[in-house]
Antibody
Framework: QVQLVQSGAEVKKPGASVKVSCKASGYIFSSFPINWVRQAPGQGLEWMGWIGVYNGNTQYAEKFQGRVTMTIDTSTDTAYMELRSLRSDDTAVYYC?????????????WGQGTLVTVSS | DIQMTQSPSPLSASVGDRVTITCQASQDIKNYLNWYQHKPGRAPKLLIYDASNLQPGVPSRFSGSGSGTDFTFTISSLRPEDVATYYCQQYDNLPSRTFGPGTKVEIK
């Protein structure tokens, strides 16, 4: 079945970087973009950005411009999201989600989420 | 950027009640709106796409309507397993795929 499996929880110090992976299976990886969404404790879902798996094009939410990099490895059907200069308010569960564009645009499925804790 | 608002939050209702959540966009987004259900510790799940289309496999007690700036999500008869936070998401203003702030639905 179509599935996205993310890497495990991370604990980082302020100022460090984190790289979360998202391995796809059950579909043609290059046919669907991947989005990254996060949820901080007690907060809602926040869209971070998008990567076109076919060509590697990226679009980031303005809030994360300059601090986030999304990449893909088509040899392993894996997407990555790296966030740099971590702060305590980056503590959140990070999700990857496949973007379906026909007949409409939606996210499905989602990965199981990766908890990133930023603490000194 | 398009801003999304939702109301009410939280929402407390009894089993069997009809529950309605509203989502408002700061500008016309046509019908480019999705609804997701998010339970704690689980991945979000798509329920409705294009404002009113039920995703296959989703129970028919869930429905959506609206266009332009005002949208409604309804659970016709609330069940205990519907306890979750519900989010609207716009995709008219690409590349942004903004979510609303969410509505937490609880059982009274």
């Amino acid at each position: 079945q179509v599935q996205l499996v993310q890497s495990g929880a991370e604990v980082k110090k302020p100022g460090a970087s984190v790289k979360v992976s998202c391995k796809a299976s059950g579909y043609i990886f290059s046919s669907f973009p991947i989005n990254w969404v996060r949820q901080a404790p007690g907060q809602g879902l926040e869209w971070m950005g998008w990567i076109g798996v076919y060509n590697g094009n990226t679009q980031y939410a303005e809030k994360f411009q300059g601090r986030v990099t999304m990449t893909i490895d088509t040899s392993t059907d894996t997407a990555y999201m790296e966030l740099r200069s971590l702060r305590s308010d980056d503590t959140a569960v990070y999700y990857c989600a496949r973007e379906v564009v026909v007949p409409a645009l939606w996210f499905d499925p989602w990965g199981q989420g990766t908890l990133v804790t930023v603490s000194s | 950027d398009i801003q999304m608002t939702q109301s009410p939050s939280p929402l407390s209702a009894s089993v069997g009640d009809r529950v309605t959540i509203t989502c408002q966009a700061s500008q016309d987004i046509k019908n480019y709106l999705n609804w997701y259900q998010h339970k704690p510790g689980r991945a979000p799940k798509l329920l409705i796409y294009d404002a009113s289309n039920l995703q296959p496999g989703v129970p028919s007690r869930f429905s959506g309507s609206g266009s332009g700036t005002d949208f409604t999500f309804t659970i016709s008869s609330l069940r205990p397993e519907d306890v979750a936070t519900y989010y609207c998401q716009q995709y008219d203003n690409l590349p942004s795929r903004t979510f609303g702030p969410g509505t937490k639905v609880e059982i009274k």
